[in-house]
């Protein structure tokens, strides 16, 4: 699903923010990213989104060469991948509804498709009884399940989540992750960025920690196979 | 495109206009300035035309012919000036309708001239008024060159000051336009860019969700057609209402001028569908180049 082979990137001002990194993601798994700030976590996604493009190395997403797709192919990509961020980006003046219906809308779906997918994925992620609701008045936790029912609504393969938990309290996160457990799986693929390492310990997922730019471990943190890079 | 994106489209528009109403406000009042200026030099050109066509018509050449033509030769003269494809209008006046027409101007003097009756020292002419007198010298040329014909008598300085204002009109016409246009595409654009400059999160997560450029560029532009399309219809009642108040007062009017004026201004109603057509398209291509020219800068993946 997610294959970076040697893969460098440097930023415009010289920047090494990832130095060979070599990871595999099959379809279905469940992989937490952890590092600290500035290790390059972000820049991994963004590669993977193809908001970046490698500096050297190859980066292939659903047997796509991110390198090799055109500008106009770009958007086309995208609607594989779900993505979820820390601070949400829902818009302000859409309601609930409006906010998971816009990501169909985009695609052209037509107006049937949009009634029927818009409250089932509300619903997936308990929001029903919300949809008529202006994003400022929800809580941190329900705004960040409108955004991940806006990730889903297009039912991608791959699903991109960076720190979704970050704004979020301790409890409210284990319920997303719960959620994105849930998701996982009924067979999507699960990317997630955090910080939070009482969470990865207690799901228990294959983790990826990256250092400085490089991946320095990968496995299940206090589980048994830990695949120690070289 | 669906009927549901078009509504879409028209919901965002008009939520931008408003969200950004004093940016959005300004833009129309420049919009609609630039749009009543030009529709009034239009306006203006209109009414110095139909002066112009006035002026032409006063404007006749006098044909007079050689004393020797007489009977075919006349109707040889008649066919070949008739056949000039820059003349209006060709009238004969025979030796002895024009010592008539003299006598009668002259009124009871008139009896004076009896004695000419007889001896008349009159020619045989044609009165001709010309089509398109910035074409005079050509056309004057080729009534020389006909058999029969003596001499021409015609003013080449009305003809010429005809012509020079004319020309100067449709100069000064074209320049305001153009140079209105250059200022309204200006500012436009700069609305336009404010508007995607205070969306561009949105922008962002657009892209996320895996929307196309012009996806992402339509409400944009489509705020521009509305800014035009409101700037043109506010102008063409603004521009109605004005004019028709100025025909009015010169209707009423008695200064110097005003026959003339009262019978050749151009009544509003005549050039009303073209005038809020040319606004329309120009309302419409400036939003759409407007908006165009800054939303590619934000979209770059
Ligand atoms: N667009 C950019 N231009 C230049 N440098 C960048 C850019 N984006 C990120 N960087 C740099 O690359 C490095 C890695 O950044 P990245 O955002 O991937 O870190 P991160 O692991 O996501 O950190 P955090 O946990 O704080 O989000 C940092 O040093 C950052 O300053
Ligand atoms: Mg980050």
Same mark, same amino acid.
């Given at each position: 699903?997610?294959?970076?082979?040697?893969?460098?990137?440097?930023?415009?001002?010289?920047?090494?923010?990832?130095?060979?990194?070599?990871?595999?993601?099959?379809? +279905?798994?469940?992989?937490?990213? /952890?590092?600290?700030?500035? *290790?390059?976590?972000? %820049?991994?996604?963004? &590669? =993977?989104?193809? !908001?970046?493009?490698?500096?050297?190395?190859?980066?292939?997403?659903?047997?796509?060469?991110?390198?090799?797709?055109?500008?106009?192919?770009?958007?086309?990509?995208?609607?594989?991948?779900?993505?979820?961020?820390?601070?949400?980006?829902?818009?302000?003046?859409?309601?609930?509804?409006?906010?998971?219906?816009?990501?169909?809308?985009?695609?052209?779906?037509?107006?049937?498709?949009?009634?029927?997918?818009?409250?089932?994925?509300?619903?997936?992620?308990?929001?029903?009884?919300?949809?008529?609701?202006?994003?400022?008045?929800?809580? +941190?936790?329900?705004?960040?399940? /409108?955004?991940?029912?806006? *990730?889903?609504?297009? %039912?991608?393969?791959? &699903? =991109?989540?960076? !720190?979704?938990?970050?704004?979020?309290?301790?409890?409210?996160?284990?319920?997303?992750?719960?959620?994105?457990?849930?998701?996982?799986?009924?067979?999507?693929?699960?990317?997630?960025?955090?910080?939070?390492?009482?969470?990865?310990?207690?799901?228990?997922?294959?983790?990826?920690?990256?250092?400085?730019?490089?991946?320095?471990?990968?496995?299940?943190?206090?589980?048994?196979?830990?695949?120690?890079?070289? | 495109?669906?009927?549901?994106?078009?509504?879409?489209?028209?919901?965002?528009?008009?939520?931008?206009?408003?969200?950004?109403?004093?940016?959005?406000?300004?833009?129309?009042?420049?919009?609609?300035?630039?749009?009543?200026?030009?529709?009034?030099?239009?306006?203006?050109?209109?009414?110095?035309?139909?002066?112009?066509?006035?002026?032409?018509?006063?404007?006749?050449?006098?044909?007079?012919?050689?004393?020797?033509?007489?009977?075919?030769?006349?109707?040889?003269?008649?066919?070949?000036?008739?056949?000039?494809?820059?003349?209006?209008?060709?009238?004969?006046?025979?030796?002895?309708?024009?010592?008539?027409?003299?006598?009668?101007?002259?009124?009871?003097?008139?009896?004076?001239?009896?004695?000419?009756?007889?001896?008349?020292?009159?020619?045989?002419?044609?009165?001709?008024?010309?089509?398109?007198?910035?074409?005079?010298?050509?056309?004057?040329?080729?009534?020389?060159?006909?058999?029969?014909?003596?001499?021409?008598?015609?003013?080449?300085?009305?003809?010429?000051?005809?012509?020079?204002?004319?020309?100067?009109?449709?100069?000064?016409?074209?320049?305001?336009?153009?140079?209105?246009?250059?200022?309204?595409?200006?500012?436009?654009?700069?609305?336009?860019?404010?508007?995607?400059?205070?969306?561009?999160?949105?922008?962002?997560?657009?892209?996320?969700?895996?929307?196309?450029?012009?996806?992402?560029?339509?409400?944009?532009?489509?705020?521009?057609?509305?800014?035009?399309?409101?700037?043109?219809?506010?102008?063409?009642?603004?521009?109605?209402?004005?004019?028709?108040?100025?025909?009015?007062?010169?209707?009423?009017?008695?200064?110097?001028?005003?026959?003339?004026?009262?019978?050749?201004?151009?009544?509003?109603?005549?050039?009303?569908?073209?005038?809020?057509?040319?606004?329309?398209?120009?309302?419409?291509?400036?939003?759409?180049?407007?908006?165009?020219?800054?939303?590619?800068?934000?979209?770059?993946?």
């Amino acid at each position: 699903m997610v294959h970076f082979e040697h893969v460098k990137k440097n930023y415009a001002d010289g920047l090494c923010a990832l130095e060979d990194v070599n990871l595999h993601v099959d379809k +279905g798994e469940f992989v937490f990213i /952890v590092g600290a700030s500035g *290790a390059g976590k972000s %820049t991994l996604l963004k &590669l =993977i989104l193809r !908001e970046e493009l490698p500096t050297a190395g190859t980066v292939r997403v659903n047997n796509v060469d991110v390198a090799r797709l055109r500008r106009r192919e770009i958007p086309f990509f995208r609607r594989s991948i779900g993505v979820v961020f820390q601070d949400f980006r829902l818009i302000p003046h859409m309601t609930v509804y409006e906010n998971v219906a816009f990501a169909l809308r985009v695609t052209n779906a037509p107006v049937r498709e949009i009634r029927k997918r818009v409250p089932f994925f509300l619903n997936l992620v308990g929001l029903a009884d919300k949809a008529r609701q202006m994003p400022e008045h929800l809580s +941190g936790g329900e705004q960040q399940r /409108v955004s991940l029912a806006r *990730a889903l609504v297009n %039912t991608p393969s791959l &699903l =991109i989540a960076d !720190e979704p938990t970050g704004n979020i309290d301790p409890a409210m996160s284990c319920d997303i992750v719960d959620l994105l457990g849930e998701i996982n799986r009924c067979g999507t693929t699960v990317l997630m960025v955090t910080h939070q390492i009482p969470l990865v310990q207690r799901f228990g997922h294959r983790t990826v920690a990256i250092s400085q730019g490089r991946v320095v471990h990968d496995g299940r943190i206090g589980g048994g196979s830990a695949r120690k890079q070289s | 495109m669906r009927a549901s994106s078009l509504s879409y489209l028209l919901r965002e528009g008009m939520r931008s206009i408003f969200k950004n109403r004093m940016i959005s406000l300004a833009a129309i009042g420049v919009l609609v300035a630039c749009l009543l200026l030009v529709g009034a030099s239009h306006l203006l050109t209109q009414n110095v035309n139909s002066l112009v066509g006035y002026l032409e018509s006063q404007n006749e050449v006098m044909v007079f012919l050689d004393d020797a033509a007489k009977g075919e030769d006349l109707t040889y003269v008649d066919t070949k000036l008739r056949a000039l494809d820059n003349i209006a209008s060709v009238t004969f006046i025979s030796r002895e309708e024009g010592l008539k027409t003299w006598m009668e101007q002259l009124g009871d003097d008139g009896t004076l001239l009896e004695w000419l009756v007889e001896d008349n020292p009159l020619q045989n002419s044609y009165r001709v008024v010309l089509r398109d007198l910035s074409r005079m010298e050509e056309t004057l040329s080729q009534i020389r060159n006909i058999a029969g014909v003596e001499t021409i008598s015609a003013s080449r300085e009305m003809a010429q000051a005809v012509t020079s204002l004319k020309d100067g009109i449709a100069r000064a016409g074209f320049a305001v336009v153009v140079i209105l246009a250059g200022v309204s595409l200006v500012i436009v654009a700069n609305t336009i860019r404010l508007t995607v400059y205070s969306r561009r999160k949105e922008i962002g997560i657009m892209k996320y969700v895996g929307a196309t450029d012009t996806f992402i560029r339509l409400p944009f532009i489509a705020e521009g057609i509305l800014l035009g399309v409101i700037s043109a219809t506010i102008a063409f009642l603004l521009l109605w209402a004005g004019y028709t108040g100025f025909v009015r007062w010169v209707q009423e009017g008695s200064f110097a001028w005003a026959g003339i004026l009262q019978s050749h201004i151009v009544p509003f109603s005549s050039v009303a569908s073209r005038l809020y057509l040319y606004f329309l398209a120009g309302g419409v291509g400036i939003g759409t180049l407007g908006s165009m020219i800054f939303t590619g800068k934000y979209l770059k993946v």
